[in-house]
């Protein structure tokens, strides 16, 4: 739609692997996402110190600071993320918590996607439902459905790391065109 201002959505890979297939499908999201949505992806969760209120009192790093900014600035937020011990990985979790210490805490009405990729079958159900309460906390809104798991990751991607299953790629398709419409209903509603 040639007259509608597109959204500005950022992205967060909960893993820090080179050969991370959550950070495959972090970089595949533009490529399927609505023409009216921009992902752009933020790093910096593994610069970040592991949290510690000490550290925090002498002042937030930047690695949090500049994220915060990044999530404030943004229309929504899309989180990739791994399934470790069936919850959150902990380099991710280690994020949320500093994030969370913010006075302005950048969650806060903040529509999330959540989508997983992992080596086992269940994609990673367990982890993101760990994240949807911990979202409820922090008083995001999180998309419900579709959901996106990706089991058994390997055989989703190429050895270079495309996301070339088609069931995959159509349902992430129809998971982003869905959060457009959450989205621009929030934004709508708070414009009123
Ligand atoms: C510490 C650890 C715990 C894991 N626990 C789970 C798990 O609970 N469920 C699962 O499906 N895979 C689990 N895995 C396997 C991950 O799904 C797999 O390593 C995946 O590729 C990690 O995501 P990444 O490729 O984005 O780094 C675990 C891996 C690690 C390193």
């Known amino acids: 739609m040639a007259d509608t201002p597109p959204l ?14 959550n950070a495959a499908l972090q970089r595949a999201l533009p490529e399927l ?4 949505m921009a992902i752009k992806a933020v790093a910096g969760i593994g610069e970040m110190p ?5 550290v925090r009192a002498e002042g937030f790093p930047e690695s949090v600071t500049a994220m915060a900014e990044s999530i404030r600035k943004a229309d929504g937020i899309i989180i990739c993320a791994p399934e470790y ?5 902990g380099v991710l979790k280690n994020a949320i918590d500093w994030l969370s210490r913010l006075e302005d805490q950048p969650f806060a009405d903040k529509p999330i996607l959540l989508q997983s990729a992992t ?4 994609g990673g159900a367990r982890m993101q439902y760990h994240l949807r309460q911990v979202m409820i906390y922090l008083d ?8 996106v798991f ?6 989703k991607f190429d050895a ?21 419409t959450f989205v621009r209903r929030i934004n709508k509603g708070r414009a009123t």
């Open 8 to 21: 500005g959505v950022v992205s967060i890979c909960g893993s820090l692997r080179k050969g991370s297939f």
């Open 85 to 89: 011990n069936y919850s959150i990985p």
């Open 33 to 36: 996402a609505p023409e009216t």
């Open 150 to 155: 990706i089991g058994s990751a390997s055989t």
């Open 140 to 147: 995001a809104l999180v998309f419900n459905r579709p959901e």
């Open 119 to 122: 080596a086992g079958v269940l």
């Open 50 to 54: 592991l949290y510690n209120a000490d």
């Open 160 to 180: 270079d790391l495309n996301l070339t299953d088609k069931a995959t790629r159509d349902i992430i398709q129809k998971q982003l065109a869905g959060f457009e």
